[in-house]
């Protein structure tokens, strides 16, 4: 079931941004990337998606490769705050079962 | 707009009892998701509800069954419950079928002793 790629853990200093990698290398045309992240002992949180193009909101930017292979989220100045596991899932537009798989954990680190 | 609640947060339950846990959506979604967490699998798709109508179901045994009212708010019940069966439940909302965003609860952490 597993359709994405991520390291297990990441630091990131307090500040700095954290760029957190995700390899998708059997992506589907009709499929979107999403990311959600989940903070300890909560339920995970939506952050972005996108299918082809760059995409930017208040959270974070998501950069997808040209052969949309590969996509990278960024979060441009990292707090304390941000410190979760991170999940890449790819899925089809409207689908709602969403694999998790198991995530990048980052820890930002004051 | 207040967020998905789930009731109750926290439960503990014996062996071979069911057990029922409650989810009310974002005021205006009508897609009810419910998933299953735990320390070994991961999150796990269980079943989705739209107007009242199970869209989608996971890959779990009949134990485990859903229902939605006319409300939208949505109802997971286990079964015969098993000490595998302890995990923490979450309750997703979408405005619609083709909405991207997935909204969460908190979740209801269930331990089956």
């Known amino acids: 079931d597993a359709k994405t790629t991520q390291p297990p853990s990441m630091d990131c200093a307090e500040g700095r941004a954290a760029n957190l990698p995700c390899n998708h290398s059997?992506?589907?045309?009709?499929?979107?990337v999403y990311w959600y992240r989940q903070i300890h002992s909560q339920g995970p949180q939506y952050i972005i998606h996108?299918?082809?193009n760059n995409e930017t909101n208040e959270m974070a930017s998501l950069i997808i490769t040209e052969d949309r292979k590969s996509s990278t989220l960024i979060l441009p100045h990292a707090t304390l705050r941000d410190t979760a596991v991170y999940y890449c899932?790819?899925?089809?537009?409207?689908?709602?079962?969403?694999?998790f798989g198991t995530g990048t954990r980052l820890t930002v680190i004051p | 707009k207040a967020g998905v609640t789930q009731t109750p947060r926290y439960l503990i339950k014996t062996r071979g009892q069911q057990v029922t846990l409650s989810c009310s959506p974002i005021?205006?979604?009508?897609?009810v998701s419910w998933y299953q967490q735990t320390p070994g699998q991961g999150l796990q798709f269980l079943f989705e509800?739209?107007?009242?109508?199970?869209?989608n179901k996971g890959n779990f045994p009949g134990r485990f069954s859903g229902r939605q009212f006319s409300n939208s708010r949505s109802e997971m019940n286990v079964s015969t419950l098993e000490l595998g069966d302890s995990a923490l439940y979450l309750c997703?909302?979408?405005?619609?079928?083709?909405?991207?965003?997935?909204?969460f609860g908190p979740g209801t952490r269930l331990t089956v002793t």
């Open positions: 997703a909302s979408r405005a619609g079928l083709s909405s991207y965003e997935q909204y």
């Open positions: 059997t992506i589907s045309g009709n499929e979107y």
């Open positions: 996108g299918l082809k």
């Open positions: 899932i790819v899925d089809q537009t409207g689908a709602n079962n969403l694999f």
């Open positions: 005021s205006g979604h009508r897609s």
């Open positions: 509800y739209f107007s009242e109508t199970q869209r």
